[in-house]
């Protein structure tokens, strides 16, 4: 199957392009092609020097940074991941100088340029941002518990009775992982790291199930609760089917497969349905 290009979660390129004449909208060369006057450096300034800050193309409002940066005679240059367009390479020069906007995740490492200057891509929401401030849409709720679309329906049902939202879901969530009540697989993340759209799902993802466990049954419709238990729980191959996910609890709070049982399938001793 061919995967669409315009998907950011699909790319595996680290965004660094060594050719020495790729031209983004802050170099010289752009400008002088755009017919925009360059701005006027100062005394004893040189190109690549950030000026001061103007007429910002950035959407962003998360971090403000001089935008009237004009890039060196061929300068590095990286590839956002999302929209493929070039931006001036700064992630060294933000090591010294925080006040440089991010260019990069910091778990996957690949260079977005929403924070830097607003990404262009049609249907971006957003590609970099702090945790606690993605914009993950409408939809991230969608199979987001284990792709078992009918626990997910349960999990946006109970926060719809109670006028509750993924973001305050998020909120919420990120404070239990301050507090250490929720853990993540990544120990780095926290709700100021800067992540991309992909690597915030997934962290996302993490955070919703340890939510959801935490929902007293009493909570839930009767509907739910009363299901009989699925033997293997989250670790279930079939859960995805509707037939079975509706039938069987998918039972959060024990997890439904304890240690012995968990050490049982690694060894091959049962067989993992």
């Not at 998907?7 to 680290?14: I, K, L, V």
């Not at 004009?70 to 925080?98: K, Y």
Request: with cysteine; net charge neutral; proline share 8%.
């Amino acid at each position: 199957m061919q995967r669409d290009s315009s998907d950011p979660c699909d790319t595996q390129s680290n965004g660094t392009n060594s050719q020495p004449y790729i031209v983004c909208r802050q170099c010289p060369e752009y400008r002088r092609q755009a017919g925009r006057p360059l701005p006027c450096p100062g005394p004893g300034s040189e190109p690549g020097a950030p000026q001061a800050p103007g007429d910002a193309p950035s959407t962003s409002a998360s971090i403000t940074t001089a935008q009237d940066y004009v890039c060196a005679l061929q300068g590095s240059h990286a590839i956002c991941t999302c929209c493929f367009q070039p931006m001036p390479d700064r992630r060294a020069e933000r090591e010294r100088d925080p006040r440089i906007a991010p260019q990069q995740c910091a778990i996957c490492l690949q260079p977005f340029c929403h924070l830097y200057w607003g990404c262009a891509r049609t249907g971006c929401l957003g590609c970099l941002a702090p945790f606690c401030e993605l914009n993950l849409g409408d939809r991230c709720l969608d199979g987001v518990l284990s792709n078992n679309n009918y626990e997910s329906d349960v999990l946006k049902n109970y926060l719809a009775t109670r006028g509750l939202t993924w973001k305050n879901m998020l909120t919420e969530s990120l404070g239990a992982l301050q507090r250490g009540a929720f853990l993540l697989s990544d120990y780095r993340i926290t709700g100021n790291t800067v992540l991309c759209y992909c690597c915030g799902l997934r962290s996302f993802r993490e955070l919703t199930y340890q939510y959801r466990q935490n929902i007293p049954a009493s909570e839930l419709p009767v509907a739910v609760t009363s299901r009989p238990d699925c033997y293997w729980g989250r670790n279930c191959r079939t859960q995805v089917k509707a037939h079975h996910a509706m039938n069987t609890i998918f039972n959060f709070v024990l997890l439904l497969i304890d240690s012995e049982k968990q050490r049982s399938v690694e060894e091959g001793l049962l067989p993992a349905f």
